[in-house]
């Protein structure tokens, strides 16, 4: 009988933990199956700090762990999470947080209200919104143990907003000592005050990780409502587990050896759906956009027509096909902040063409000087979306005369080698594939929209002009003042070129039908609310 790679790749892991985990261990920690869930989601979790990164898998990963101030409800409304309640003074410049009661860390110690202020001063650093706060605050202080004060020395309306922010970096709140850290080094003790416990007993890197109910945990008293609500957590155990071939994932979700995978192939849909275990669920319906970055730092494209090139040389279609397959979960986007989405506009788009423009593109290489230079496209073989894009990125430059090269790595190295802003005969990099939610886009406190050079996400385009206007944001008081500065800031965007657009696709998970109580929110995945029957 013909062994399956599924089968090698179960034994093999099923032997690594019977040698490392003693037999009373196993026999103490190993819960029931109808209380364990299994998951397999695109990549693998290589990072633990969900503030050192922008990256979907640590969010997931601190949405377990740890715990936020605030959280958006299904409306995207901000509601308190950890806050038991909160006040604004008369005059709009300091506000007042007091710690709901039952909070405590998984080492046994209580939440204090320093651990948040030094969280928000961490968060602070990257996030851009989380920037601005900190560039308005007069001050951030701890008043008693539940207590704390955000002093500002300008009014901020949307500062519970920020607070309560999706987009990655989220604010996840960290004991007092791991948030002590610059927001550069890595926290790695995974102590946090959320609903599961990481299981460093059980942590396989590269095969699984494994996540505990807090037993100790105590969730708000009110409904479930996207990341609002009571926390409650209906199963023992969850399982993370890798693997990176996608016939694989989808062979073990049909065999139910596991019971979630986020992003399968759309070519296999029609194999989930016609399974009578198994079901494709839309979790994100505002779907997802897929863009490219590319180093402003570097040759070729610290030219802006290089940038430039690359917004006629891509046809979106070709990459969604490729990406996507089926036209019904796809389609092309302009819009800088989202389709859809109340910002979206059609300003300065003229670039668009079906098809592409390769000779424009070509033309456009010419001006901006390129003279052979090799452009390193990172390409994460653990992600079939990206790296089958990056094939057809580095096949669409070779076309128009680019030299380009593939850099083939899993996941978590395109991640560490993205903080490599120099030359590519340095170990740096030329392009990277993304993609993040359109609620993400249309966030302009999202690290993607953001033009403020050095200082800002991996790629580091730089606008002043633009980021006057972004400053703007915060203070517009109606949506028609904000879908204004959308439509200014997208006449710029398209000129410095921060992203480059495939296009956008609604993506389905696909689970075992005894798996209910998935959250449908854009982005991020909760561990909690599901059960498995």
């Known amino acids: 009988m013909a062994i399956s790679r599924r089968e090698i790749i179960k034994t093999g892991l099923a032997a690594g933990a019977a040698v490392s985990i003693p037999a009373v261990l196993r ?28 990256t979907y ?77 900190m560039a308005r605050a007069k001050d951030i202080s701890k008043k008693d143990d539940k207590t704390f004060t955000i002093a500002l ?12 922010d999706l987009t990655t970096p989220c604010l996840f709140v960290m004991r007092e000592k791991d948030a002590s850290r610059p927001a550069t080094e890595q926290v ?20 699984t990780f494994t996540y505990d109910r807090n037993e100790q945990y105590v969730p708000r008293s009110e409904t479930s409502d996207g990341f609002a609500g ?15 071939d996608q016939q694989t994932a989808v062979a073990a979700l049909q065999a139910g050896e596991i019971d979630f995978l986020s992003g399968p192939p759309a070519d296999l849909y029609p194999v989930i759906e016609s399974d009578p275990n198994l079901e494709l669920q839309v979790l994100n319906k505002a779907g997802d956009v897929y863009f490219l970055r590319m180093n402003c730092l570097q040759k070729p494209f610290n030219n802006v027509k290089a940038r430039q090139a690359m917004l006629h040389l891509i046809d979106q279609e070709a990459f969604m096909r490729a990406v996507v397959g089926n036209p019904q979960y796809f389609n092309t986007i302009t819009a800088a902040f989202g389709s859809g989405t109340p910002y979206a506009n059609d300003e300065n788009t003229g670039w668009f063409k079906k098809g592409g423009d390769p000779e424009k593109a070509k033309q456009l290489f010419k001006e901006a000087g390129y003279t052979g230079e090799k452009v390193i496209i990172l390409d994460p073989t653990d992600w079939h979306e990206a790296d089958v894009a990056a094939q057809l990125l580095a096949d669409s430059l070779r076309k128009v005369g680019i030299n380009a090269e593939l850099a083939p790595s899993d996941w978590g190295g395109v991640s560490a080698r993205l903080k490599n802003r120099g030359p590519v005969e340095g ?53 028609d003042e904000r879908k204004a500065l959308a439509r200014k800031m997208q006449r710029l965007y398209w000129n410095f070129v921060g992203t480059v657009l495939l296009g956008q696709a609604v993506s389905p998970i696909a689970r075992r039908k005894t798996l209910t109580g998935l959250i449908g929110m854009p982005a991020l995945t909760p561990m909690w609310k599901m059960e498995k029957a």
């Open 27 to 54: 026999a103490q920690t190993l819960p029931a199956d109808a209380r364990t869930v299994r998951v397999v989601k695109p990549g693998f979790l290589t990072v633990f700090d969900p503030v050192a990164t922008t």
């Open 57 to 133: 898998n640590s969010a997931d990963h601190g949405l377990a762990v740890y715990d936020t101030l605030f959280a958006l409800d299904s409306k995207f409304i901000p509601q308190p999470q950890m806050v038991g309640k909160w006040s604004i003074s008369e005059d709009k410049m300091t506000y007042t947080f007091e710690l709901r009661d039952g909070l405590g860390w998984h080492d046994g110690t209580p939440v204090n209200a320093a651990d948040c202020v030094a969280s928000i001063r961490r968060w602070g650093q990257v996030h851009p919104g989380g920037q601005l706060i």
């Open 153 to 164: 020395k300008e009014p901020l309306g949307l500062l519970i907003d920020i607070l309560a």
């Open 188 to 207: 790695t003790a995974n102590i946090g005050s959320g609903p599961f416990k990481f299981n460093h007993a059980l942590a396989r890197p590269g095969a």
């Open 230 to 244: 009571g926390k409650v957590v209906k199963v023992d155990r969850v399982i993370w587990n890798n693997m990176p």
């Open 427 to 479: 170990g740096g990099w030329s392009i990277f594939i993304t993609n993040e939610s359109t609620f993400d886009r249309s966030n302009l406190f999202n690290s993607t929209q953001v033009a403020n050079g050095e200082s800002g996400f991996a790629g580091w385009p730089k606008s002043d002009e633009y980021e006057a206007l972004r400053a703007k944001w915060a203070d517009a008081e109606t949506l």
